[in-house]
């Protein structure tokens, strides 16, 4: 649940995502999605979860589980990564922060107890702890002035200058980070969850709230992929839906589950989809998971995620690159649909 649901109880309204209570919006869904778009926006990702792992050897344990590099991980780093099956397919993407002796795995809502399940028969004889940690809380800043006005709030740090995944720490037990995967995605900040209330009354003086409706249009309006949507569990190879572009894999580094499959797709051009960006004609609403079809009923992929309503809208997908390159006409349900390759994509 957000952690700040008592906190504004029914002065909003709420919605769910993967369950869990989230602000819909503050009041003008309208501006606040202009405010990500044009500024900066405050959002509440209190709902999001966090595994934390420590031990002895706690960097060779994780190292030879997940797609990315542990060592690059520092205090002043984080980075973005996933879990997969042996056969290459996509479990569960985090974002990788190192906390004193422990690396915290800032995931998706309703993933941290099933990922410290599927992590846990690894452990064997290494004397390693893993755990869901409930005594946190995330909170967003996004939008193209969330580094500029970031820098207004804590003048003594380097901001403005700092590379995807730079970690501070402006305050004991807090951490401010640029997301590791795309500018797009902005800034996070994590901090006890007695105080995220504290921190967001501090926060929103400076900087406008939105809620999630508000999120889901900038986050796709951007072709920012996310776990459980572009990257499907059980079914997707993450390179089609985009984990090299969002720093998410390192081809230098060692052996981990799923890394056959995941070198071999991208050393030798094999990848059948790609994620693409969508725009759907006005009429019924449709849902993730519709099929993507050709004029002549073939499925060539799937709807992902979709702004709501009725009006036209705009998507995400997996599809074919050859049908996209012909320019062939798509349909969704009775939509009809145009494809394009995000701004971040550097496949041909």
Request: overall charge neutral; glycine content about 8%; charged content about 20%.
């Amino acid at each position: 649940m957000s952690r700040l649901e008592s906190h504004f109880g029914t002065r909003i309204p709420w919605s769910s995502d993967r369950s869990k209570p989230v602000p819909h919006h503050f009041g003008d869904p309208t501006a606040e999605s202009r405010a990500l778009l044009t500024d900066v926006a405050l959002v509440d990702f209190s709902h999001h979860e966090t595994v934390a792992i420590s031990g002895e050897n706690v960097n060779d344990f994780l190292g030879g589980l997940i797609t990315n590099q542990v060592k690059k991980v520092t205090p002043q780093k984080s980075v973005y990564s996933a879990h997969l099956t042996p056969q290459g397919r996509f479990l569960w993407d985090f974002t990788l922060l190192r906390d004193a002796d422990r690396l915290l795995l800032i995931t998706e809502p309703g993933s941290a107890t099933p990922l410290a399940q599927r992590l846990s028969p690894f452990i064997l004889r290494a004397k390693i702890r893993i755990e869901v940690e409930s005594t946190l809380a995330m909170l967003g800043i996004a939008g193209p002035e969330s580094s500029q006005v970031l820098q207004g709030i804590f003048p003594e740090f380097p901001i403005l200058d700092a590379p995807l995944g730079e970690t501070l720490s402006p305050e004991s037990g807090i951490r401010l980070w640029r997301d590791p995967r795309h500018a797009g995605f902005g800034w996070r900040l994590l901090v006890p969850a007695s105080a995220v209330s504290a921190w967001w009354e501090r926060l929103v003086k400076r900087i406008p709230p939105a809620g999630f409706a508000a999120w889901e249009e900038y986050r796709i309006r951007l072709a920012l992929p996310r776990g459980g949507n572009e990257f499907i569990p059980e079914v997707s190879l993450p390179l089609e839906s985009g984990l090299l572009e969002m720093n998410g894999v390192d081809f230098a580094k060692g052996c981990y589950v799923g890394q056959e499959t995941t070198a071999r797709t991208h050393h030798r051009g094999t990848l059948k989809k790609r994620v693409y960006s969508l725009m759907l004609s006005a009429g019924e609403i449709v849902t993730p998971g519709t099929p993507i079809l050709l004029p002549s009923g073939k499925e060539t992929g799937v709807l992902t995620s979709v702004t709501p309503g009725t009006g036209e809208r705009i998507g995400l997908g997996i599809l074919h690159p050859s049908d996209v390159e012909q320019d062939r006409a798509f349909t969704i349900g009775p939509l009809q649909v145009t494809a394009q390759k995000p701004d971040w994509a550097t496949w041909a």
